[in-house]
């Protein structure tokens, strides 16, 4: 059974930067799909970033340019580095994990996920 730990969470200031991290244990899957989600209060999940086996990555054209996934095999940790942070980054954000590879980047293709990690960013 996988699971998934986030943390990094925190509340900072517009323009500043943060780092989540998820740590993985029970991917027993050599072919997977790592994803990042957010969820914002009354609105619904959404897709963040993903980054498959292969290293391929995906991400949602709102944090382009901004948000880096990464992951570090020997630690079993996924992570999300957030530069250039906006209020509209505010949420609950989600580790997620599905096999065997990388498609859409949508929540109700990711079948493990974590407890999520609160990100504040304020103007």
């Known amino acids: 059974q996988v699971q998934l730990v986030e943390s990094g969470g925190a509340s900072v200031q517009a323009g500043g930067s943060l780092r989540l991290s998820c740590a993985v244990s029970?991917?027993?899957?050599?072919?997977?799909?790592m994803g990042w989600f957010r969820q914002a209060p009354g609105k619904e999940r959404e897709g963040v970033a993903q980054?498959?086996?292969?290293?391929?990555?995906g991400y949602a054209d709102s944090v382009k340019g901004r948000f880096t996934i990464s992951e570090d095999n020997a630690k079993n940790t996924l992570y999300l580095q957030m530069n250039s942070l906006k209020p509209e980054d505010t949420g609950m954000y989600y580790c997620a994990a599905r096999t065997p590879w990388c498609d859409f980047l949508r929540p109700a293709l990711f079948g493990s996920w974590g407890q999520g990690t609160q990100v504040t960013v304020s103007s």
């Open positions: 980054i498959g086996y292969s290293g391929s990555t």
């Open positions: 029970g991917l027993t899957h050599s072919r997977y799909c």
